[in-house]
């Protein structure tokens, strides 16, 4: 079982990144899906999240409005857009699988992590 976080890189403040996550081992719809970052010197934080319907989602306060989560295009993936990025928004951002029917922001309601990409927003 493994998740695969891809998209990272380098943006200038005001730019967009789109991050990816693929399952292998699990099938991704079967699983509630979470976005969490964690910046230097910082704890992780909730990012966003998603029922397994896709239906029901919910963000951090500091990316509402700016961010998305949903299923992605390609088969088994699940994608966070990234809009208006801001300095702020500097961290590694990792996926996250939770077998719990709505996990929120808990970080101990996810069961599988990904290894995370980096995301450095210059101002």
């Known amino acids: 079982v493994q998740l695969q976080a891809s998209g990272g890189g380098s943006v200038q403040a005001g730019g967009d990144l789109r991050l990816s996550c693929t399952g292998s081992?699990?099938?991704?719809?079967?699983?509630?899906m979470g976005w969490f970052r964690q910046a230097p010197g910082k704890e992780r934080e909730f990012v966003a999240a998603?029922?397994?319907?896709?239906?029901?989602?919910y963000y951090a306060d500091s990316v509402k409005g700016r961010f998305t989560i949903s299923g992605g295009d390609a088969e088994n993936t699940v994608v966070l857009q990234m809009n208006s990025l801001q300095a702020e928004d500097t961290a590694v951002y990792y996926c996250?699988?939770?077998?719990?029917?709505?996990?929120?922001?808990?970080?101990?309601?996810?069961?599988?992590w990904g290894q995370g990409t980096l995301v450095t927003v210059s101002s």
């Open positions: 996250a699988a939770s077998n719990a029917l709505l996990p929120y922001s808990v970080l101990s309601r996810y069961d599988y």
């Open positions: 081992g699990l099938t991704l719809s079967e699983y509630a």
């Open positions: 998603m029922s397994r319907d896709g239906v029901t989602k």
